[in-house]
């Protein structure tokens, strides 16, 4: 089936914001006397809060004060992002320029909340520049199920084999391919797991190397036609 959109995922994939998310989480958490190491926060990541909560609550024990940890870590978040503000992947304005020129429809699939998407999106500059935009609290199961990509599909008023995902998490990798997307990983904290790794088309360095792959797609549509 002819490819027509590009679904991406925002924090880790299109903003550098992993890195604040997670020195967020564990300076909270050391706070309220608990250890949320490494590997702990790695299994968190592109999933939405509410998942990332009950996933808490499971390591540390129903004595972990989640909503004292829920006040806290916003506040250290908004606090880097007021002194670093939101950085971007290297070569996101390119990548989006390109989209744009080969008419191709754009999607944003990402867990996070909706305040904190046009948040991220706004500061970045790069709002209004997606034809739709589906968050993590707009749909009923959170990656790595399926749901937020066929969601994008749908609003773009596509079938998800016409789409192109991007990711850099194994839950967002596994939900887009589940979703029945050509699924390309961009990894950013970690590796891919060789779940992912299987369920990705192919495994890049950058949003560079995606730019290049899909151009190579897009011509060798044309040749076919």
Known sequence: MRIRAVVLDMDGLMLDTEPLYKAAWQQASAE??????DQSYSRLIGRPNRDCER??????GSG????????????LWQSSVKVRGIPTK?????FLSFVEEHALSSAVATSSDGAYTD????????????DAVVTGDQIERGKPAPDIYREAAA?????????????????????????????????DLKPPSEA??????CVLGSLNEAREWIDAMLANNREAD
């Open 196 to 201: 992912a790794e299987r369920a990705a088309s």
């Open 55 to 60: 996933e808490l609550i499971h390591h540390f």
């Open 155 to 187: 609003r773009l008023g596509l079938d998800p084999a016409e789409c192109i995902a991007l990711e850099d998490s194994d839950n967002g990798v596994l939900a887009a391919s589940a979703a029945g997307m050509v699924t390309l990983c961009v990894p």
């Open 64 to 75: 972990f004060p989640m909503s004292r940890f829920k006040a806290r870590w916003p506040e």
């Open 32 to 37: 309220l006397g608990f250890d949320l190491d």
């Open 119 to 130: 948040f991220s999106l706004r500061s970045a500059g790069i709002v209004g520049r997606f």
């Open 90 to 94: 290297a070569g996101l304005f390119a």
